[in-house]
Structure formats: C-alpha cells, structure tokens
C-alpha cells in the first residue's frame, strides 16, 4: 500500500522501532508529522539532538545530567550521602522522588540482569557500585530493583556481592507495598512512599 510513498514509509519504518509506541498508533504519530507544520518537526528534531548532546550521566551515580559531571542530587548538600538506593532505570529514581521522603542518594543501574535478553553483570553499573561502596563510609544500602524476577536476582546478586560488609552497614529492600511483578515508575506516590519509609533488611 505504501510502494508509492518511500518516503512515508521509511517514517513508518522508524516509529516501528520505537519501544513503548502501540503498534496501532504508529499510524497516527505519523500523519501527525505529516500535518504539522515544517517548523514544528525542525523544532521537535533540533531537541531530540539537543537531549542526545547535552544530557550525560552523572560520573557517581548515573543519573541524568546536564551541562555537570555530577547531577542535581548528588550536588545536593543536604542529601544523606551515607543512604544509597539503588534503582534500575533512571524513571524509576524519578518515582521516587517525585513521591517525596526520601533524602539519601541513589545509584542507576541501567537495567536488570537478564540471562534471556543476554544483560550480564558487565552490562549493567554495578562494578561502579561495589567500587563507590568500598570508597565510601555508609549506613545503609537500599535495594530497589522492582519485585519482577529479574528485579529480585539483581538484588540477590547484589546482596551475595556484599553480604561480607553487613556489619558495615545495613542492606534493604524495599516493604509491602510493591505488588509482586509490577515496577515503581507505574505506581501511585503513595505506595511508593509507603514501600520506601517502610523498607526491611534484605
Ligand atoms: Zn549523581
């Protein structure tokens, strides 16, 4: 149907590849490209390169920075440097802090460990972690990986990397209030909240 159209196609072809975009819906995002004015889609390309050149990682815990080698938080004088939460994905840092009550700093795993999707330890950030632990005076490492089981054997193999520190600070997971199979950046501020103040030693 769309021989005639290669150009129109080749849009298709790259809303295809997009991860989180319904199938059905690459149609419509498309002819909305289609309808918008030229200035519009300049705009909207100038600041997909913008994100892509300016926004880095911060070099302590991989959260989004930008235009500093450290980001906003661990900046923050006020955060509790000695509490490390550690979070899978940089969305799910941001549901937590958008659901308040929590002071310390995090490290951003950058995903889970999937044997089946080929993700191993390499691929994840957490040589960084057991390097920024051992460098660092703690109280308390906090395990949020989500209740999923990728989520669970990447806090396991955490907790079995740092088992033999235990008695230099205290290793938790998050409480009740996480549903089994479901991840922290689909959930309400209060279960969040109430999983983070109510969280028990691993
Ligand atoms: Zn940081």
């Excluded at 300049?42 to 930008?66: A, M, P, S, W, Y």
């Excluded at 659901?99 to 390499?122: F, K, T």
């Amino acid at each position: 149907m769309f021989e005639q159209l290669p150009t129109f196609q080749k849009l298709l072809r790259q809303l295809q590849q997009l991860p989180y975009l319904a199938s059905k819906n690459i149609y419509k995002v498309a002819f909305y490209f289609l309808n918008s004015d030229r200035k519009k889609v300049e705009q909207f390309c100038q600041v997909l390169l913008d994100v892509k050149d300016r926004i880095g990682r911060c070099h302590h815990c991989f959260n989004l920075t930008e235009g500093e080698s450290l980001c906003s938080i661990c900046r923050d004088e006020k955060r509790n440097k000695k509490i490390i939460c550690v979070v899978e994905n940089w969305y799910d840092l941001f549901a937590i802090e958008k659901a308040g009550g929590y002071d310390g700093v995090y490290h951003v795993l950058g995903g889970v460990l999937s044997p089946l999707e080929g993700i191993g330890e390499n691929d994840l950030n957490l040589y960084s972690l057991f390097k920024r632990i051992s460098n660092l005076d703690i109280e308390e490492l906090i395990l949020a990986t989500n209740a999923t089981p990728e989520g669970e054997a990447t806090a396991s193999f955490i907790y079995s990397k740092l088992e033999h520190l235990r008695d230099r600070f205290k290793i938790t997971r998050l409480a009740s209030g996480v549903p089994i199979g479901s991840s922290l950046e689909y959930m309400d501020k209060v279960t969040i909240y109430k999983a983070i103040s109510g969280r028990q030693p691993f």
